[in-house]
């Protein structure tokens, strides 16, 4: 399973942007795909997910609000559009891929599932 990470750069605070993760069609038919970030001297952490068996979406609370996931069938792509960006949204971000096409949600913006599949990281920098 192969994941491409993109559009990741440098933005103001208060600045947009758009980071995609392109995969093959057999890939992107049957799995979920969500996105992660790891801070500089952080963990990896949940970001924001599709599921793809009910089309749920869930979202880190910190985010929540300010970025939507989204999925574009016809390029086997799934996008994350960021407004609003922080300093503290300075990260490197992944898409991943659970092999399941459910993916399950916990509390407070958290994920109850470990992705199977990572892709590169693409690296977003906010300003401030």
């Known amino acids: 399973v192969q994941l491409q990470a993109s559009g990741g750069g440098l933005v103001q605070a208060g600045g947009s942007l758009r980071l995609s993760c392109t995969t093959s069609?057999?890939?992107?038919?049957?799995?979920?795909i969500g996105w992660y970030r790891q801070r500089p001297g952080k963990a990896r952490e949940f970001v924001a997910a599709?599921?793809?068996?009910?089309?749920?979406?869930g979202y880190a609370d910190s985010v929540k609000g300010r970025f939507t996931i989204s999925r574009e069938d016809a390029k086997n792509t799934v996008y994350l559009q960021m407004h609003s960006l922080k300093p503290e949204d300075t990260a490197i971000y992944f898409c991943?891929?659970?092999?399941?096409?459910?993916?399950?949600?916990?509390?407070?913006?958290?994920?109850?599932?470990?992705?199977?599949?990572w892709g590169q990281g693409t690296l977003v920098t906010v300003s401030s």
């Open positions: 599709f599921s793809k068996s009910d089309s749920t979406t």
């Open positions: 069609k057999r890939t992107f038919s049957t799995y979920s």
């Open positions: 991943a891929a659970e092999r399941g096409t459910k993916w399950h949600f916990g509390p407070q913006g958290s994920s109850l599932d470990i992705p199977d599949y």
